[in-house]
């Protein structure tokens, strides 16, 4: 079994946060992927800006300021170029990056980059074309998130829901847009429907209170909505998202150039959510268009989906049931495969 050490200088956060208080896909991610190398024997530890040292369900999670260790078989530098030279005694040092890689065309990032990694990890096709052909890093390695096997295991609801549409994500990645549409759109052809949002400033830390005013912006608009069926009922933990899930008719979401994964879409289809999104970014990596939902290239397609989804049965019944034959298959197990295969022999 391997040694493998991450080091991450994000926000505050360990392995029981998860189970606390929502989360963001990045951390949720790195927090899943740990464990589940765990679970497989190897020498697992973390380095970020945990308050305290814990051990949990297998993890180490130390303070990044108490240092790291000496060296490692694989050592990750999560997302920030200030990890990148931590371990110089590593078997081998990857970098993975989780947001479009044009913040990494820097001379900083560059210079060591070209010092350290032997590779780079995207998490999608998508995402890997963000990153210059002619730039330094070694290896470009496409590893997608997991999707958490808590979702993909859960049972779905029973028959067609109430026309109730969700939104998981950010609200800076298109809600406004989104609000838009529902209220000129979709709304007065599905009056009964509903638009809950469970989103807001709070899953993302540190860089959460940096936007809380744009964040703030859009969602006292959707306050504003409550007569349009718009329900704004903040983040809530993967276990209650769950049930919210059984309990929706589709998600509707914009999507974003940004957008490299989108786990919030991802665990909406793994338990059968069709999905209505438009062709931005990795958006037609997680939906199978015309099957498990729709990805609009235009705003009346997008509106007309929706539209069809709250309000035909049988159309719901044949995208739900697509989305949890072929949108469960891709775990964290598959994932850790992928990552094994990155340790030197």
Known sequence: MARIVLADDGIEFDGRTLDER?????????ISLMET??????????HNNCQASIDHKGVRW????????RTADLFIANRGDRVLPLMPGARRTVFWTHNPATY???PRYLWK??????????????????WPAWAPGGERVVIPYGLPDAFCEAPPGDGPPNPR??????????????????????????????????????????????KARAMAKVLDKAKGMAAKGVRLRGP???HQLIEEFRQARCMLYRGDINETFCMAVGEAQAMGVPAVVTDLGSMRERVIDGAT?????????????????????????????????????????QAADAWEGLIPR
């Not at 130390?62 to 260790?69: I, Q």
């Not at 980059?113 to 963000?130: C, D, K, N, P, Q």
């Not at 989804?309 to 298959?329: F, G, K, Y």
Request: hydrophobic fraction near 45%.
């Open 293 to 333: 939902g729709v990805v609009a290239t235009e705003d009346d397609v997008f509106s007309a989906a929706a539209v069809g989804v709250l309000t035909d049965p049988r159309l719901w019944l044949r995208q739900h049931r697509e989305a949890l034959a072929t949108q469960r298959s891709w775990r964290w197990a």
């Open 104 to 106: 990494m065309v820097k």
């Open 165 to 210: 549409a969700v939104f998981t994500s950010n609200p800076l990645r298109g809600l406004d847009w989104l609000l838009d549409r529902w209220v000129r759109d979709i709304q007065p052809r599905v009056p009964d429907g509903e638009l809950h949002l469970f989103c807001g400033t709070q899953v993302y830390g540190a860089a959460g209170d940096a």
């Open 22 to 30: 929502p989360l963001g896909g990045a951390e949720s991610a790195l």
């Open 113 to 130: 980059l070209w010092r350290h990694a032997s590779a780079l990890v995207f998490i999608g096709e998508y995402h890997a074309t963000t």
């Open 37 to 46: 190398l765990a679970g497989r024997g190897h020498e697992v530890s973390v």
């Open 236 to 238: 809530v933990p993967k």
């Open 62 to 69: 130390r303070p990044l300021k108490d240092g790291v260790p």
